[in-house]
């Protein structure tokens, strides 16, 4: 076939692969620039498990109540979940947002300490629910924007 193995010594060019097709028998046929064909045999078989998403209620917030560095948010507790997973964000995109996770289905709400005076805060929930080793969520709800007070006067945000 004109390759000795040798990078081309002994005036001999080595060959390179032209093209590489696979038979109607499941073969792989490789075509060398020289124009030989080789028959690497049947390609392995590959199984390939595919998971469909796992659908899981979806979680809303009722309200979000504030004072001067604390939130309280509540929603209403969903069937058939583990838990549910609270994020805020100072930003509307929720980057640098924080998560909170409530490992209890039947609780209904959370309290959030240690936030800044006169800020802007955004507030989403999602359910979650375990299978073995994986976590399926639900999409996140709807945005709801708070705003925490200078003074210790509680300022309540309905979810519309």
């Known amino acids: 076939n ?8 002994n005036g001999t060019t080595p060959a390179t692969i032209k093209s590489m097709k696979v038979s109607k028998k499941g073969n792989l ?14 390609l392995p078989t590959v199984t390939v498990q595919v998971e ?3 659908a899981v209620p979806t979680a809303k917030l009722k309200s979000v109540k504030t004072d001067t560095t604390t939130m309280k948010a509540t929603w ?10 609270v994020r805020y964000s100072e930003n509307k995109d929720m980057s640098d947002s924080k998560i909170v996770i409530v490992s209890s289905a039947s609780t209904k709400s959370l ?12 507030v989403q929930i999602r359910a979650y629910v375990e299978d073995g080793n994986k976590l399926y ?7 709801v924007k708070v705003t925490t007070t200078k003074n210790a006067k509680a300022k309540e945000t309905a979810k519309k």
């Open 111 to 122: 309290k959030i300490s240690g936030l800044s005076k006169k800020t802007n805060y955004y």
């Open 137 to 143: 969520c639900s999409d996140w709800s709807k945005k």
């Open 52 to 54: 469909e998403n796992r």
């Open 29 to 42: 046929i490789i075509t060398m620039s020289d124009g030989t064909k080789i028959n690497a045999g049947p």
């Open 2 to 9: 004109g390759v000795d193995g040798k990078d081309g010594k």
């Open 76 to 85: 209403k507790a969903v069937k058939d979940v583990a838990g549910y997973q």
